[in-house]
């Protein structure tokens, strides 16, 4: 890269299958890519900050690879059992055949902002635990995608619409983390990847917001958050993609210059109706060291491919010029020996 450039990186979210970030970090530190600035939404957001945080991508590396360890053996997922039984509450409701309309309505209103089905304590700990505010402060930068929350059903009702192609949601916001207060930075942390129903909502600023995943979904524009990466100045940018066929597309920015990587293979672990559920949840020793050997082996492909053709066009580039310069000094000899013939024709 030219001094000029700063390079980007792109942690989208996919849940459990972050754990591709792993794989991926360490080969584009073999690679030698040196990154400027970090964008990510929920799973990746939380990647994000620990990688902003580290010294360098190879410490980078390690503590992510230490943090998915953990994550093996102890879960993020804790079921909250008070908000539970109101989801059953709920859907019993719905599910009774002598059910009214006023009864569907007065149980799922039961169900405030507030309540979650699943509990933020595992997170929390795992933040105190391996998140570095301070390293943070003069780290990387690191930009986090949030959604502007309405309402945990409201969202959810929202997202559904939009995977059926009726309706697309509203943006998601971008916050630049280290703008934020110590507190804050861990509620967007957390706000990022909290979805909706599953993990509580966080208010930062007055606003409040959940996983950032959710906005813009026909062009997954919160889940693959690269335009503050852009209006931070970044001319080359790396995006990774943890599902299958992602809608994102790289033609929307054509200002940068971006490398994608993308799952060569599927992605996906689970076959059965709620199979993308259950990757998303899939915290265990049994999927998690596949999606960090699958980060590392279509990282190595998609951006050793590309770095492999530019120092190609580079060692074509120094050549021509060292042709070039072996051609003006061929042309300045054959200009003296010239002017020594003449000479020499003088003296006869």
Not at 44 to 69: D, K, M, Q, V, Y
Not at 99 to 108: E, G, H, Q
Not at 237 to 248: A, F, T, Y
Request: glycine share 10%.
């Amino acid at each position: 890269m030219q001094p000029a450039d700063k390079l980007g990186l792109v942690l989208s979210g996919g849940g459990a299958k972050g754990a591709y970030h792993v794989g991926m970090v360490r080969a584009l530190n073999e690679l030698g890519s040196h990154v400027n600035a970090i964008a990510g939404a929920s799973i990746g957001a939380l990647n994000g900050c620990i990688l902003a945080s580290a010294p360098n991508f190879e410490e980078g590396h390690r503590r992510l690879e230490t943090l998915w360890n953990t994550l093996q053996a102890r879960s993020p997922i804790k079921t909250k059992k008070s908000s539970y039984l109101k989801i059953l509450a709920a859907s019993a409701a719905i599910l009774a055949p002598q059910a009214r309309i006023l009864t569907v309505l007065s149980a799922i209103g039961q169900f405030s902002e507030e309540d979650s089905i699943l509990s933020n304590e595992p997170l929390l700990e795992l933040l105190e635990e391996y998140f570095d505010v301070e390293a943070l402060q003069s780290g990387l930068p690191l930009y986090v995608s949030v959604f502007p929350s309405f309402s945990g059903i409201i969202d959810i009702v929202g997202d559904v619409l939009a995977a059926l192609g009726i309706r697309d949601t509203p943006n998601s916001d971008f916050l630049h983390v280290q703008s934020l207060s110590p507190s804050d930075q861990k509620k967007v942390l957390m706000a990022s990847a909290a979805l909706p129903v599953l993990f509580e909502a966080q208010k930062v600023n007055g606003r409040t917001y959940t996983d950032g995943g959710q906005g813009g979904w026909s062009k997954s524009q919160g889940n693959t958050p690269i335009q503050p990466l852009i209006d931070a100045g970044c001319t080359r940018i790396i995006v990774n993609h943890l599902s299958d066929g992602s809608l994102w597309s790289r033609h929307d920015f054509p200002t940068a210059a971006i490398i994608e990587v993308r799952p060569l293979e599927r992605i996906s672990r689970s076959e059965c109706l709620f199979g993308e559920a259950k990757d998303l949840l899939g915290f265990n020793g049994e999927k998690i060291p596949s999606w960090i050997s699958q980060g590392y082996e279509d990282t190595i492909r998609c951006v050793g491919r590309v770095k492999n053709s530019i120092e190609a066009y580079g060692e074509i580039e120094k050549s021509k010029a060292a042709l070039s310069e072996s051609l003006k000094h061929g042309a300045k000899a054959d200009l003296q020996l010239e002017d020594r013939m003449k000479k020499l024709d003088g003296f006869e």
